[in-house]
């Protein structure tokens, strides 16, 4: 019940396309889902959040996607381009708890 | 503003061998963690601090030690390292905890036991 489910693994998008990354759970306490943006070599850092009173978050041209009823999320980044390529982590946690990350998708733009 | 500090970048260590890996941060933050990463695996929570004197166990504390004796550092030990401990360790710092604040993460530190 703990766990968050991620895909795909990796991911390969042309430049100016859509990357779409899904994310599953299954504890129905969770209220707050980030994503998480890593470049080689450095560390994670917030991208966007969403909470379930809302459907749909958009920050730029990347929006989050949330179905409360089927337990899913997902991560848009609109007009892909090559500086978007990295490693993008979903999460999610209950209030108070503590984060419980993704597997992890490498995208890659291409040029 | 450095955020959040690593030290070392690199290390190899031998099987057995006990090393400790150094965070600090200069943003007040009273909440503090410490992720492994693996390949496929995601980022796992080994252990935590909400204020100074104050830690607990994550998903993954075996093998592991932590103390927090200030606001600004948050050591972790390795005792008896193993090859199951060759991964990337971030440390991360936050103002509240996690679910109302973001986690600011160092550029972490990659482990080799061999």
């Known amino acids: 019940q703990q766990q968050v489910k991620q895909s795909p693994q990796s991911l390969i998008v042309q430049k100016g396309g859509i990357s779409i990354i899904n994310c599953a759970y299954e504890n129905t306490a969770f209220d707050y889902f980030p994503w998480y943006q890593q470049f080689p070599g450095k560390g994670p850092a917030l991208l966007i959040a969403i909470r379930p009173d809302v459907s749909e978050k958009k920050e730029g041209r990347f929006t989050i996607s949330f179905n409360k009823s089927a337990k899913q999320f997902s991560l848009h980044i609109m007009d892909s381009q090559p500086g978007d390529s990295a490693t993008y982590f979903c999460a999610a946690s209950r209030t108070g708890g503590k984060l419980i990350f993704g597997q992890g998708t490498e995208l890659s733009v291409k040029p | 503003n450095a955020g959040v500090t690593q030290t070392p970048k690199f290390r190899i260590l031998k099987i057995g061998q006990s090393m400790t890996l150094q965070c600090a941060q200069d943003?007040?933050?009273?909440?503090m963690y410490w992720y492994r990463q693996d390949p496929g695996m995601g980022l796992k929570l080994i252990y935590y601090s909400v204020g100074a004197g104050i830690t607990d166990k994550g998903e993954v504390p075996n093998g592991y030690n932590v103390s927090r004796s200030t606001t600004e550092d948050f050591p972790l030990r390795l005792e008896l390292a193993a090859p199951s401990q060759t991964s990337v360790y971030f440390c991360?710092?936050?103002?509240?905890?996690?679910?109302?604040?973001?986690?600011?993460f160092g550029n972490g530190t990659r482990l080799t036991v061999t």
């Open positions: 991360a710092s936050s103002g509240v905890d996690s679910s109302n604040s973001p986690l600011h």
């Open positions: 943003m007040n933050h009273n909440y």
